[in-house]
């Protein structure tokens, strides 16, 4: 028999009991009871437990981005971390919200419609306070942000808006635009009130003052992309993505080693009394006519051809063929004698 029973759980038994059933007959009827699950068909779930999972993960990435950007951009000891994924109705959302608050009307290309992220004004206070000079305390005094204030929190808003974007690319491919900025939670309508909404709470904290970011998605604007919502694509794009990443980082490195680089105007073939004897003013033969294209060499491998000439007063060449490539740009062989 389970721990705790419901309300009609226990009025169903007192009157079993009084009817003079059985207790194997009570306690049968008991375990059935604690099975049975209340849904409300006025707000059906839209989101599993799994996708639920996936997109706290999701957030999880985001809050760690934020912990250490934020930290840099206001000068300050800064955390933040998950602290509930939820579904309900819009309605319910307004109502949490305090009045005056700092409400992100945020568009989330390509799909159509709008997102919100709501800050807690003792947190937008502190960070605008931190910012402009000040050692990051809140006064207490809630009011609606000067013009100046409003610059200072969007550009805070926009950077958090990146993060995100990284975030959520490890699913789909979005961009979140700021759009606008209210005080009024009732001046907001990014769906009807009776509409599910997604809502992601963060517990952010900076210096010594902490409050709640609130991330809201109606469900119209998340529904084309709810196959990809699951733990197991979750864990399989942020490995995809992972690779990719240190695939760029490889390219990136490789393309900023150094190679030494030479134009060769031809050849000839001294003795070491000529060279000895060479003046100022001595001409030198080489084996290349003027009009020739010269080598180039990247390491020791003639990689192009090239015609000589002067481009503003200095020596210049221009590429005139480019050459196989197969040839590695070290020569192994080479290699291999300079250590013997």
């Known amino acids: 028999m389970p721990d705790v029973l419901s309300q009609d759980a226990i009025d169903a038994l007192m009157k079993s009991i009084s009817s003079g059933t059985s207790i194997e007959e009570i ?30 993960m999701i957030h999880e990435s985001f809050a760690r981005q934020m912990t250490t950007v934020l930290s840099t951009l206001i000068r ?15 309605e319910e959302f307004v109502n949490y919200m305090v009045q005056p608050t700092v409400i992100g009307l ?19 206070f502190t960070i605008i306070d931190r910012m402009l000079g000040g050692r990051g305390t809140f006064s207490g005094n809630v009011r609606e942000l000067t013009d100046i204030e409003k610059t200072v929190i969007e550009r805070v808003i926009m ?5 995100l974007e990284d975030s959520w690319s490890t699913v789909v491919d979005v ?4 759009e606008s900025m ?12 009776s509409d599910m909404v997604l809502v992601v709470i963060m517990k952010l904290r900076v210096s010594d003052v902490e409050g709640m970011v609130s991330l809201c998605f109606p469900y119209f604007l ?5 196959d990809r919502l699951s733990s197991q694509q979750w864990f399989a794009s942020t490995s995809h993505k992972a690779d990719d990443e240190m695939r760029t980082w490889l390219n990136k490195s490789v393309m900023q080693i150094k190679m030494p680089m030479a134009m060769e105007l031809g050849h000839t073939v001294l003795s070491l009394a000529d060279v000895y004897a060479l003046q100022v003013g001595d001409v030198i033969r080489l084996d290349e006519l003027k009009d020739s294209h010269i080598d180039v060499r990247v390491g020791n491998q003639v990689r192009f051809k090239a015609r000589p000439g002067t481009l503003n007063g200095n020596n210049a060449v221009e590429i005139t063929q480019v050459l196989s490539q197969d040839v590695p740009l070290i020569d192994a062989e080479a290699l291999k004698g300079d250590n013997k």
């Open 159 to 163: 950077r958090i808006l990146e993060l």
């Open 27 to 56: 306690s049968a009827k008991a375990d059935e009871y604690a099975k049975l699950k209340v849904y409300d068909f006025k707000r059906p779930d839209k989101f599993s437990k799994d996708q639920l999972r996936a997109i706290q």
């Open 106 to 124: 945020i568009e989330m290309h390509p799909f159509e419609g709008s997102m919100l992220m709501e800050i807690n004004p003792a947190l937008v």
């Open 175 to 178: 961009r979140f635009r700021f």
């Open 76 to 90: 300050s000891i800064v955390s933040a971390e998950i602290a509930s994924v939820e579904q309900l109705a819009y």
């Open 182 to 193: 209210e005080s009024n939670p009732f001046f907001v309508q990014i769906c009807s009130p």
């Open 222 to 226: 998340i529904e084309p992309i709810m």
